[in-house]
Structure formats: structure tokens, C-alpha cells
């Protein structure tokens, strides 16, 4: 269901009942048959989802170490805003006025997930960088079919939070909570980093493509090195996503027919 973009867009959505809510605004309605148009526009805040199955404890710590670099990259508290999500990990957002004009941008989850590689910590999901209709939060104050809710927290509670805290914290909907608003204090170093990644995006167009099958099947017999070496992840440098690489092997071994 689409709705014009607005400062006041969640509490928008929420009088309508909605339960979630693209984290990007879209420039265009986005059907199933455009889920990957080149010419879509987003914009909205840099984002990482965290989430590290089975240990929460190791969510959290990732989160921390995550909000530690941005940090050390100059951007100021107010510029980010955290999130407990409810079921077993961290939200975290950027203002994306803090390395770029604010505008619409193509290719804008793209940029993103190159951002996301070159500030890498454990757990990082990297499949919500996904173009078309995008990739959606749930909006804070609604209940999860578990009971929880994802919440909105201050940095002061992510330095002292824990599984058991996180637990009390998203127990209870923060109906009157809100961050701070955006500063939008540029870093130059994220300005960088937003730069260089819009090239990796670009030259990602460029180079992507579905090989034919036919090419894949006459590996399928004779695995090489490259792929074996990909499926014993012990192999894999450590800044790598485990997520990423997954999926790549994944979609071989289908599409080659091992």
C-alpha cells in the first residue's frame, strides 16, 4: 500500500494499522514484474540489520562494535538511531545526510550494502539491501506474533545492555519514545566511504548478469577449486559475509545443477 513519504510517515501507517513499513521511500509504486528496475530512485537512512541465531549476547556485542566504528568515522550520536528488534537482534540507522545531499538516489540499497561490506561486524544480514519494493522494518510499538515488540533505545542502554535486558526492553511497547531528531553533521571519512561505494555499485551493474545455464551445468561434474574452497567457509576471509558467500554457493550449486 503506498503513502507519500513524510518526516511523520510511521505515525501515518500506524493510523492506517500497518504493521510494517520500507525502510527506503521508493520513486515509484513498485510492482512484482519491476522488482529490479535500474531506474528506481530511493532514499532514507543507511541501515544494518544484525542478527546472529541462537546468541543474542553476540548480536548485542556486534551492534556495539558496529556503532563504535561509525563513531570513530565521525558520526555524531544523534545521526544514529537504534533498535531492538524484537526477536533476536539490533537495528541500527545512519542519516543519510551525514555522507550525501539527503536526494533520491539510484541503486541506493546497492550503495548501501557496499557501505555495509567495508564496515563488516558478525551478523550482518546482507540480503535486506534488495532493490524493487525494497526491504521493510516493523514499526515500532506492534506486538510481534511472540509477544515482543521492536523497540527504539538509547546509546547510554546499548552500552549496558544484555540478552536479559534486551528481553525486558522489548517486552513492553515505548509508545512515548522517540529519538533525538537527525543532527545531519556531515563526516568526511562516511562521505568517502559513500562515494567509493557508489562506484562498486555502478561497476556492480555493469558486471551482473545471469550466466546460462548451459555454462554452469558443464561444471557441474567437476567442482573447482574456487567453489570448494567457498563451501568450507573456514576458507572464506574473515571480512566476508557469511550471508553473502552462502547465498552465492547456494545459487550455483541450483542453477548448475550439482
Known sequence: NPITD????????LDKRARKLTILSVSELVNDDSTDKLDLSYKG??????????DLDAA??????LVENLLERGVVKNDIRLFCSGSKGMHVLV?????SNGRAQKRLPWIYREMALSMFVPGVDFQVYST?????FRITGVQRADGAYRTPISYDELEGLTSDSYK????????????????????????????GAKLKAAKRQRVAGALPEAS??????????????????KQVPSEKAFNAVAMQVGILIARSGM
Not at 95 to 99: A, D, E, G, N
Request: aromatic share 8%; charged share 30%; with cysteine.
Open 45 to 54: 537512512p543507511l541501515y544494518f540489520d544484525i542478527d546472529i541465531k541462537g
Open 132 to 136: 524493487g519494493r525494497g526491504n521493510s
Open 95 to 99: 542519516s543519510q545526510k551525514v555522507f
Open 6 to 13: 513524510s518526516d511523520d510517515v510511521e505515525n501515518l501507517v
Open 60 to 65: 548485542i556485542d556486534s551492534c556495539k562494535r
Open 216 to 233: 554452469l551445468k558443464k561444471i557441474s561434474n567437476d567442482i573447482p577449486n574456487c567453489l570448494a574452497m567457498l563451501a568450507d567457509f
Open 168 to 195: 525486558e526492553i522489548c517486552a513492553t511497547p515505548r509508545v512515548n519514545y522517540r529519538h533525538p531528531a537527525w543532527a545531519d553533521e556531515k563526516s568526511i571519512d562516511m562521505e568517502v566511504l559513500y562515494e
